[in-house]
């Protein structure tokens, strides 16, 4: 993805066309599963592939009236604190997606910045209530590693970057023992961790950042010891998608 320019301010009476559903409609955040799934923008990875393997732009115009609606009308610290984490990675992971198609074209600058602004002050936030320990904050320092190497030109993306990398090399080297063994925590959350580690190692190589060898070492570690852990999860409990009570 090309980088968005440096973000600034979206007029507020240019925000009206952005509106096509409300985000924070009660109904809906009444069923916790069913709100956390749609403020945390999972679909819109659905939408980039479905952009990229059909080129049909109802896909693309989806994702910018879905992404920049939010944007442009809720502000920065809505949801919960792992939402936020989660919703910056999905807006910017599906980005770089709908960008590498060749049916792409360029958002109006408008949407763009929009957006670019909304990711930058969410992250501002984040930054601000990373959790202190386990696959949590792991999560939410992936975030701000994403942030910072997506949206260079962006106020603070340098600080960002400075601070999230060297923290998750610590974070590696604190909660996951010599033996590859993460402190208090289960199967299913340490596979979570080091799927967001993961991530953030493969960014540093494209991105051509320092990494410790002692990171290397106990990321290792970690992997060889995930293939003989069993990962045990809650079954999910179905929420059917639309309700009569959920309408209106």
Same mark, same amino acid.
């Given at each position: 993805?090309?980088?968005?320019?440096?973000?600034?301010?979206?007029?507020r009476?240019l925000?009206?066309?952005f509106?096509p559903?409300?985000?924070?409609?009660?109904p809906?955040r009444?069923?916790s599963?069913?709100?956390?799934e749609?403020?945390?923008f999972?679909?819109?990875?659905?939408l980039?592939?479905?952009f990229?393997?059909?080129?049909?732009?109802r896909?693309?115009n989806?994702?910018?009236? &879905?992404v920049? *609606?939010? @944007?442009?009308d809720l502000? =920065?610290?809505?949801?919960?604190?792992?939402?936020i !984490?989660?919703r910056?990675q999905n807006?910017?992971?599906?980005?770089?997606?709908?960008?590498?198609?060749?049916a792409?074209?360029?958002?109006?600058?408008?949407?763009?910045?929009t957006?670019?602004?909304?990711?930058?002050?969410?992250?501002?936030h984040?930054?601000?209530h990373v959790a202190?320990?386990g696959?949590?904050?792991?999560?939410?320092?992936?975030?701000? &590693?994403?942030v *910072?190497? @997506?949206?260079?030109?962006a =106020?603070?993306?340098d600080g960002?970057?400075?601070? !999230?990398?060297?923290?998750?090399?610590?974070?590696?080297?604190t909660d996951?023992?010599?033996?590859?063994?993460?402190?208090?925590?289960?199967g299913?959350?340490?596979?979570?961790?080091?799927?967001?580690?993961l991530?953030?190692?493969?960014n540093?190589?494209?991105?051509?950042l320092?990494v410790?060898?002692?990171?290397?070492h106990?990321?290792?570690a970690?992997?060889?010891f995930?293939?003989?852990?069993?990962?045990?999860?809650?079954?999910?409990?179905?929420v059917?998608?639309y !309700?009569?009570?959920?309408?209106?």
């Amino acid at each position: 993805m090309a980088s968005p320019p440096q973000p600034h301010g979206c007029p507020r009476h240019l925000r009206r066309p952005f509106h096509p559903c409300r985000h924070h409609h009660e109904p809906q955040r009444a069923v916790s599963d069913w709100w956390t799934e749609w403020i945390e923008f999972p679909y819109t990875l659905d939408l980039a592939f479905a952009f990229h393997k059909t080129g049909d732009p109802r896909y693309l115009n989806k994702w910018k009236r &879905l992404v920049g *609606s939010w @944007a442009a009308d809720l502000e =920065p610290e809505y949801g919960p604190i792992d939402a936020i !984490a989660r919703r910056v990675q999905n807006w910017l992971y599906s980005w770089v997606a709908l960008a590498d198609s060749m049916a792409f074209v360029p958002l109006e600058p408008i949407i763009r910045d929009t957006i670019a602004e909304s990711i930058s002050r969410q992250a501002k936030h984040l930054l601000g209530h990373v959790a202190r320990s386990g696959y949590r904050r792991t999560s939410h320092l992936s975030a701000l &590693l994403v942030v *910072s190497l @997506a949206l260079p030109d962006a =106020p603070g993306s340098d600080g960002l970057r400075e601070y !999230a990398w060297p923290e998750l090399q610590r974070t590696v080297l604190t909660d996951f023992d010599s033996n590859g063994r993460q402190r208090d925590q289960t199967g299913h959350q340490s596979a979570i961790a080091l799927r967001s580690l993961l991530a953030a190692r493969e960014n540093a190589r494209r991105f051509g950042l320092p990494v410790d060898p002692a990171f290397e070492h106990r990321l290792k570690a970690a992997l060889d010891f995930s293939l003989h852990v069993p990962i045990q999860r809650t079954p999910a409990v179905p929420v059917p998608l639309y !309700a009569a009570e959920w309408q209106s």
